[in-house]
């Protein structure tokens, strides 16, 4: 052999393979996705609609114009029911996407860190408004914590379900008197319901992130088809659900300042 015909199988060999088609499969490469679905978007839109119509009739009763009971009327506990768990379920969709967006730990925490700010704003305005039942404990204090825990279990839908399913259902059933104190009564397993205006406990709430969670990597593994078609609904639907921390913030003073000015231009 040639002193340039060994030079070129050396250089031959030491090239690397391709690789084969069953290696590649194996080990896909991890493309990033998508922060937002507008099917996603739009639905959070839908939920913060809803809660404003909550918050509108309650801000109705607040100014004596009407006597809705939401503490034992069930079509007004159902509604409320209906909004906070499409809220916290989509907490659970949301770490999905952020994770399947290749979000980074910094970036989680700043989100987190903006939530809590806006929950402690919440209850220094609350304290403000109702000294007495101010909210302590409420949809953003519980978003903020529940969001911490069911991290780490992003990419573990099927020990996020399991978990979820129990923290629901544990919520639901049992109850202590050592939970009725302000602190334990985060938690949830409350015999009574606080006295608050807004009241989000970790049980059963943080069970229907965690079940989110699972809905979330179920949605992913079929490209979000299903929610495709909620894509096609109004586009202030998707506005909202892309910007429903803000919208949330400033939704209930200004419906309280347009009410009082109108209420008060009316006498």
């Known amino acids: 052999m040639s002193r340039r015909s060994r030079k070129a199988r050396a250089t031959r060999d030491a090239a690397p393979c391709p690789a084969s088609p069953v290696s590649a499969a194996a080990s896909p490469p991890v493309q990033p996705t998508a922060a937002r679905v507008d099917g996603i978007d739009a639905l959070r839109g839908f939920a913060l609609c809803l809660m404003i119509v909550y918050h509108f009739a309650f801000d109705l009763r607040f100014y004596g114009v009407t006597v ?3 503490e034992h009327d069930p079509f007004w506990l159902g509604f409320r029911a209906v909004i906070v768990s499409l809220f916290m379920g989509l907490v659970g969709v949301s770490l999905v996407l952020a994770d399947r967006a290749g979000a980074s730990t910094a970036h989680f925490w700043r989100r987190v860190a903006i939530i ?4 402690l704003a919440v209850s220094g305005g609350s304290w403000i408004a109702f000294p007495r039942s101010f909210i302590y404990f409420g949809i953003l204090h519980c978003i903020a914590v529940a969001s911490v825990l069911g991290w780490p279990l992003v990419r573990l839908p099927a020990i996020a379900f399991t978990v979820g399913c129990t923290i629901v259902l544990a919520g639901l059933t049992l109850s202590h008197p050592a939970f ?3 602190v334990l009564s985060t938690v949830g397993f409350v015999t009574r319901k606080p ?4 009241y989000v ?4 709430w943080a069970g229907v992130v965690f079940i989110g969670i699972a809905l ?5 593994r079929q490209s979000f088809r299903i929610v495709t078609p909620l894509a096609r609904m109004p ?3 998707r506005w909202l659900g892309r910007h429903s921390l803000a919208v949330y913030m400033v939704h209930q003073p200004i419906m309280l300042g347009v009410l009082w000015v109108a209420l008060r231009g009316g006498r």
């Open 201 to 204: 406990p970790l049980a059963p």
């Open 235 to 237: 586009a202030l639907l």
């Open 68 to 70: 809705s009971d939401f």
């Open 180 to 182: 009725d104190t302000q």
């Open 195 to 198: 006295y608050t205006e807004d």
């Open 116 to 119: 809590a700010a806006c929950a």
């Open 216 to 220: 979330g990597q179920m949605l992913a």
